[in-house]
């Protein structure tokens, strides 16, 4: 069974602090991460994508990947308190012809002004 | 900016009724999916969707399940007998595999209450 662990929270910040949400993955072979970020009773919103390992910046948010250590991160910088959400991480199960999304429980961020 | 959508956003049945949810993807993607969430549960895999036809499906996609693209722009999924378990939130999500990367964009949601 692929496995990806979070640290559900509640994380605490506040505004205008850092925020580092963390996550780990079961399956070595994995290739494709995503960062989505979820507002209580809504849907997921794809934020970040990273494929290689190391960092990739995109505004406020910076993902970091480590395949040896099968650990994936998101920092936000700046954090607002419309940053507050459950932030999911989320492997792409590639056993088959098109690939699937396996996500995990989510990290609730709270972002205090 | 193209987005997903589904319809209904809520949708009350009786258990043992066939409900059939709808989305349509965005325009120019040709790979679609389902997923659901139970409430305060994390978003789990139902069933993938390319060229008229099912990829992949998890253990939860079981005979009660059905996916059908009817048109060019409508993608569907229909429970038959729905039971009080099926109770969720369904997403849809369409990609287009650009680049080769497997970005998903979700739906809406429509809430599936079982009663």
């Known amino acids: 069974q692929k496995e990806v662990e979070q640290n559900s929270g509640p994380l605490s910040v506040p505004e205008g602090a850092i925020a580092s949400l963390n996550c780990t993955y079961s399956?070595?072979?994995?290739?494709?991460f995503f960062w989505y970020r979820q507002y209580s009773g809504k849907s997921p919103e794809l934020i970040m994508s990273?494929?290689?390992?190391g960092d990739k910046e995109d505004g406020r948010f910076t993902a970091q990947l480590n395949k040896a250590s099968q650990y994936v991160s998101l920092l936000i910088r700046d954090s607002q308190p419309s940053d507050s959400a459950t932030y999911l991480c989320?492997?792409?199960?590639?056993?088959?012809?098109?690939?699937?999304?396996?996500f995990g429980k989510g990290t609730k961020l709270s972002v205090k002004p | 900016e193209p987005e997903v959508t589904q319809t209904p956003s809520h949708q009350v049945t009786q258990m043992g009724q066939e409900v059939i949810l709808r989305c349509v993807p965005i325009?120019?993607?040709?790979?679609f999916y389902w997923y659901r969430q139970i409430l305060g549960q994390k978003v789990e895999f139902l069933v993938s969707f390319y060229n008229n036809e099912i990829s992949e499906k998890s253990e939860i996609f079981d005979d009660q399940f059905s996916v059908e693209r009817p048109d060019g722009s409508n993608f569907t999924l229909k429970i038959r007998s729905t039971k009080l378990e099926d109770s969720a939130m369904y997403f849809c999500?369409?990609?287009?595999?650009?680049?080769?990367?497997?970005?998903?964009?979700f739906g809406p949601g429509t809430r599936l209450t079982v009663l």
């Open positions: 399956d070595r072979g994995s290739q494709s």
């Open positions: 989320v492997v792409e199960n590639y056993g088959g012809s098109q690939g699937n999304l396996i």
């Open positions: 325009s120019n993607h040709l790979y």
């Open positions: 990273i494929y290689s390992n």
């Open positions: 999500a369409s990609s287009d595999w650009r680049d080769s990367y497997n970005e998903q964009f």
